[in-house]
């Protein structure tokens, strides 16, 4: 595994049906950094305990991550794919961190807020409110330099830099400092259903799921809400389902919204729906193929078994060096 490259490090909570959100937010473009990086890309198992989740659908949402993972082309002998639950070394971290952050930050986490809203306090899991310190564990563990992941992750990791820079500060140089890479295009896929709310892994009509056939996704998109000005024209405050549909077109494509904009200028509404329909399609289906394909025998258990002697490598030489800064007695 010494390739000397640096870490980009992401992962994916195994809850619910992932999204075109997850896909082209995240996932689409973690083998981009394969080149210039090494990757170390997991499935983030331990927070998805953070909300009750049926154990059964745990554990196959956890191949499905897998299987996502491999079929969107990371390639195991270029990074490093593994389950956080076989790194102990995270929840170590998370419980040494968790000293360093303050009530107050983590009180302002907009996740926190969201998802504790229409709950109460029986029903909050103080897992929810320690999420951002098990996720800043999870990036510092690997001296990652850039962590790419959609808008909504962006207070999470501003957070991560605080407390690493905060520890630093008190003992001196133990952690990199990351950084997080939000793609250009595709930060924040929208609900089709609702375009003023993001694309979540629970909103089965305004969600297009990875997993969803051909005939769900077509109707999905050429059901999605629009506006009265007939143009295809980005902007998202007038027209939000349509700059949703041609930023999930953009990205899809790599073109710019300039270009979309460009080439559906005589366009209808319907044309258009037509044209993003084929496109996710023609994406998402051999998507699924190959994610069927790695689903057979027990290839996905060699990776993750591969991936967690790699992760842990790595993982422990940090936590040690963590030990020795704050004084823990480390037996020779
Ligand atoms: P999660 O599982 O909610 O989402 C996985 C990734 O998908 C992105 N994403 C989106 N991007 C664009 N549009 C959307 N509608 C959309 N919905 C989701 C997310 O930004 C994310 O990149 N806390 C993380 C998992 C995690 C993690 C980490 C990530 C745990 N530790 C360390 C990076 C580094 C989460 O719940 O993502």
Same mark, same amino acid.
Do not use: W
């Given at each position: 595994?010494?390739?000397?490259?640096?870490?980009?490090?992401?992962?994916?909570?195994?809850?619910?049906?992932?999204?075109?959100?997850?896909?082209?937010?995240?996932?689409?473009?973690?083998?981009?950094? #394969?080149? #210039?990086?090494?990757?170390?890309?997991? %499935?983030?198992?331990?927070?998805?305990?953070?909300?009750?989740?049926?154990?059964?659908?745990?554990?196959?949402?956890?191949?499905?991550?897998?299987?996502? =993972?491999?079929?969107?082309?990371?390639?195991?002998?270029?990074?490093?794919?593994?389950?956080?639950?076989?790194?102990?070394?995270?929840?170590? !971290?998370?419980?040494?961190? #968790?000293?360093?952050?303050?009530?107050?930050?983590?009180?302002?986490?907009?996740?926190?807020?969201?998802?504790?809203?229409?709950?109460?306090?029986?029903?909050?899991?103080?897992?929810?409110?320690?999420?951002?310190? !098990?996720?800043?564990?999870?990036?510092?563990? =690997?001296?990652?330099?850039?962590?790419?992941?959609?808008?909504?992750?962006?207070?999470?990791?501003?957070?991560?830099?605080? !407390?690493? %820079?905060?520890?630093?500060?008190?003992?001196?140089?133990?952690?990199?400092?990351?950084?997080?890479?939000?793609?250009?295009?595709?930060?924040?896929?929208?609900? !089709?259903?609702?375009?003023?709310?993001?694309?979540?892994?629970?909103?089965?009509?305004?969600?297009?799921?990875?997993?969803?056939?051909?005939?769900?996704?077509?109707?999905?998109?050429?059901?999605?809400?629009?506006?009265?000005?007939?143009?295809?024209?980005?902007?998202?405050?007038?027209?939000?389902?349509?700059?949703?549909?041609?930023?999930?077109?953009?990205?899809?494509?790599?073109?710019?919204?300039?270009?979309?904009?460009?080439?559906?200028?005589?366009?209808? =509404?319907?044309?258009?729906?037509?044209?993003?329909?084929?496109?996710?399609?023609?994406?998402?289906?051999?998507? #699924?193929?190959?994610?069927?394909?790695?689903?057979?025998?027990?290839?996905?258990?060699?990776?993750?078994?591969?991936?967690?002697?790699?992760?842990?490598?790595?993982?422990?030489?940090?936590?040690?060096?963590?030990?020795?800064?704050?004084?823990?007695?480390?037996?020779?």
């Amino acid at each position: 595994m010494q390739d000397n490259k640096q870490t980009a490090l992401s992962g994916i909570k195994p809850t619910g049906r992932l999204t075109l959100g997850n896909y082209i937010g995240a996932l689409k473009n973690f083998p981009s950094f #394969q080149e #210039q990086y090494h990757p170390f890309i997991f %499935i983030a198992d331990l927070h998805a305990l953070t909300l009750p989740i049926d154990p059964e659908e745990l554990r196959q949402n956890t191949l499905d991550i897998a299987a996502f =993972y491999l079929a969107s082309g990371l390639d195991p002998e270029k990074s490093t794919i593994f389950l956080q639950s076989m790194v102990h070394e995270h929840s170590e !971290l998370a419980t040494i961190l #968790q000293n360093y952050a303050y009530m107050g930050e983590m009180s302002r986490m907009t996740q926190f807020k969201d998802k504790s809203r229409n709950l109460n306090e029986k029903q909050i899991g103080l897992g929810l409110f320690t999420y951002p310190v !098990l996720m800043a564990a999870d990036i510092i563990l =690997y001296d990652t330099k850039v962590v790419p992941v959609g808008e909504d992750q962006k207070q999470h990791v501003e957070l991560t830099r605080d !407390l690493a %820079i905060r520890f630093n500060h008190r003992y001196g140089d133990v952690f990199v400092v990351p950084e997080v890479s939000i793609p250009k295009t595709g930060k924040r896929i929208m609900s !089709l259903s609702d375009p003023s709310k993001k694309m979540s892994k629970s909103d089965p009509k305004g969600d297009i799921f990875l997993k969803d056939d051909e005939k769900t996704i077509r109707k999905k998109i050429m059901s999605a809400v629009t506006d009265m000005e007939s143009r295809v024209h980005y902007d998202c405050e007038k027209q939000p389902g349509i700059s949703n549909l041609m930023t999930i077109y953009a990205s899809l494509s790599s073109l710019t919204i300039e270009e979309v904009e460009a080439k559906f200028a005589t366009s209808n =509404y319907g044309t258009f729906k037509r044209e993003v329909a084929d496109l996710v399609c023609s994406v998402l289906i051999p998507f #699924q193929e190959r994610y069927r394909h790695f689903l057979e025998g027990d290839y996905i258990d060699k990776v993750l078994t591969k991936g967690a002697k790699e992760a842990q490598e790595v993982a422990s030489k940090t936590l040690k060096r963590v030990k020795q800064a704050i004084g823990i007695y480390q037996v020779k």
